[in-house]
């Protein structure tokens, strides 16, 4: 594969929204739930700018993607500070703002989906880069909605999983997040991460199929 500036943004586009969308839709459930603290620093945007982490959502998927290939492009974003303490019902309410991560990623990738019907070559508007790129988005979405649901603190899932565990069992769960994130790094170098994300992302993939008639 040729490392041209087309083959860039192609994947670019798709990765940069996929990471900072996931984090603006943490903020906007958060601020729904009754914390303000994303909405106060001007998290709850759109804009990739004031989400985007130099290292995580540029330096590390730039050089995965140049030296191991775009099947193993992992980043991050800004983490979008949330005060669960401010929530209303705070380890119930956690489960829902935990789950608009992986959520937003699922629905870009439908969108990238029907994106993909209307570019392939019989859909309405045909064209082999746009095809390519929503190819692309809908794998990096799901894969990242795979990652995140794992039920490892920092992890989404791993919220989520303290969310729904009784109190002492929740605790104990929560007291592995200094640990989660060089846990996730180094299942990096291994089989076994993309043994565990495969089903579920294949699982989305087969579905969104088909919802849009793929």
Do not use: C
């Not at 929740?170 to 790094?185: H, K, N, T």
Request: glycine share 10%.
């Amino acid at each position: 594969m040729g490392l041209s500036l087309a083959t860039i943004v192609l994947w670019a586009v798709p990765v940069v929204f996929a990471i900072t969308l996931h984090e603006a839709a943490h903020g906007y459930v958060a601020r729904h739930f009754g914390d303000r603290t994303a909405e106060a620093l001007g998290r709850i945007t759109l804009n990739p700018l004031r989400h985007i982490d130099p290292i995580g959502t540029v330096l590390v998927p730039a050089m995965l993607f140049l030296t191991a290939g775009p099947q193993y492009i992992f980043g991050w974003a800004k983490p979008v500070p949330v005060n669960f303490g401010n929530l209303r019902h705070p380890k119930r309410d956690m489960l829902w703002v935990a789950a608009a991560g992986p959520f937003a990623n699922f629905a870009m990738a439908f969108g990238w989906m029907v994106v993909l019907k209307l570019t392939l070559g019989d859909g309405v508007w045909p064209s082999g880069e746009a095809a390519r790129m929503a190819r692309i988005g809908v794998s990096v979405n799901l894969v990242l909605m795979a990652l995140n649901l794992l039920p490892i603190p920092p992890l989404d899932g791993g919220r989520i999983a303290v969310s729904l565990l009784p109190n002492r069992a929740a605790e104990v769960w929560s007291r592995l997040e200094p640990f989660g994130f060089l846990l996730i790094v180094a299942l990096m170098f291994t089989p076994l991460l993309g043994q565990l994300i495969r089903p579920l992302s294949n699982a989305g993939a087969a579905l969104l199929r088909v919802i849009v008639g793929l």
